[in-house]
């Protein structure tokens, strides 16, 4: 569903993404983790269509992202970390504009707004985007990808903004969607929320995938049992040893 080959991007002479490989399944809930600065974002990006890759092959969906990134954008869904809606519309107008530029049947389209609406508590529907928090566009951007069901996701950082009652349906629900077939990719600094949710992880740091697998996996590459994904992840990150030296400091 998933899959990109030597996938690079550079920033002048700064090299954000180096050469990493992907292969994500149907059905599958994969995160991609890693610090602050580590590329993921911009791997996003790039997978989605929004940044060219300085170098590699991107396929979604068998689609290869050079011949078909048209029909490949209209057949999957991007939650960014943050959401890009035009202030000026109301959440209707926003939602109905989807509706618009995706072709969707609108009278089965909206009875899956009004359930995902009422889901998430979205009850602002006639407020200017421009009026609402960050929290209340993430909401509307998760009610406008799954009105779509489409069966490739990209959620980068979605749980941020969002109250306990709304993060917990949106995990159930990408469980759900997850067991239906669709592929889930997301990242989040949350690892509480990554080691309970995904099915595999990858790991980057300074743009190289450094390690990646279920966490059974993943505690075999660090030799610790029983350790949590928040040890792996410090561990593998070589964070910990920091943390130590920070703490003794203060």
Do not use: W
């Amino acid at each position: 569903m998933i899959v990109a080959k030597k996938l690079t991007r550079k920033f002048g002479d700064v090299l954000a993404v180096d050469h990493i490989d992907l292969d994500v399944k149907p059905g599958e809930i994969y995160g991609f983790l890693g610090p602050n600065g580590a590329g993921k974002t911009t791997t996003i990006k790039m997978l989605t269509g929004v940044l060219k890759p300085t170098e590699g092959e991107i396929e979604i969906l068998g689609l290869n992202m050079k011949a078909h990134e048209l029909e490949i954008k209209k057949n999957i869904g991007v939650v960014p970390d943050e959401p890009k809606i035009y202030p000026h519309l109301t959440g209707e107008e926003f939602l109905n504009f989807i509706l618009e530029v995706y072709n969707l049947e609108k009278s089965v389209s909206i009875k899956r707004i009004s359930e995902l609406c009422e889901a998430f508590g979205v009850d602002y529907l006639g407020k200017k985007v421009a009026e609402l928090s960050h929290g209340m566009k993430q909401k509307l951007m998760l009610v406008s990808v799954f009105m779509r069901k489409p069966k490739v996701i990209f959620l980068d950082e979605p749980t941020v903004g969002l109250d306990a009652k709304s993060a917990k349906i949106l995990k159930l629900l990408l469980r759900k969607y997850a067991d239906e077939g669709s592929t889930i990719f997301l990242t989040t600094h949350i690892l509480e929320i990554a080691e309970k949710m995904c099915d595999r992880i990858g790991i980057i740091n300074k743009g190289k995938i450094i390690a990646e697998g279920t966490m059974e996996e993943l505690r075999r590459i660090s030799g610790q049992k029983e350790a949590t994904l928040e040890d792996l992840f410090l561990q593998l990150t070589a964070e910990s040893k920091e943390i130590e030296d920070i703490i003794k400091e203060l």
